[in-house]
């Protein structure tokens, strides 16, 4: 099992930038991908990007390529979310979640609690 807990949400003026970060407690970390979605209130939660386990297999959801970069440090059981070019449609809550350990990243079976993005223009 693995706790997920994010940080690095906040308010920033569209064009700026932000650093999301997961911190992961458990031994199954480094073996398991990574990923971050997004919600805003009545809509589904969305998939925005994730990360296999050893940091070379990427994926992005086509709104966010070019502006968004996932990277993971095993050794220190976090994954980072790096945000640039903010739009105010980027403004949702960011999960961290957990998936497996194969070539299909899921299933997402652990969530943190959540940060919240908000982008003014």
């Known amino acids: 099992q693995v706790q997920l807990v994010e940080s690095g949400g906040g308010l920033v003026q569209a064009g700026g930038s932000l650093r999301l970060s997961c911190a992961a407690s458990?031994?199954?970390?480094?073996?398991?991908?990574m990923g971050w979605f997004r919600q805003v209130p009545g809509k589904e939660r969305e998939f925005v990007t994730a990360i296999g386990w050893s940091g070379r297999n990427t994926r992005y959801a086509d709104s966010v390529k070019g502006r968004f970069t996932i990277s993971r440090d095993n050794a220190k059981n976090t994954v980072y979310l790096q945000i640039n070019s903010l739009k105010p449609e980027d403004t949702a809550v960011y999960y961290c979640?957990?998936?497996?350990?194969?070539?299909?990243?899921?299933?997402?079976?652990?969530w943190g609690q959540g940060t919240q993005v908000t982008v003014s223009s």
């Open positions: 458990g031994r199954s970390f480094s073996s398991r991908a």
């Open positions: 979640a957990a998936g497996g350990s194969g070539a299909t990243l899921g299933p997402w079976t652990n």
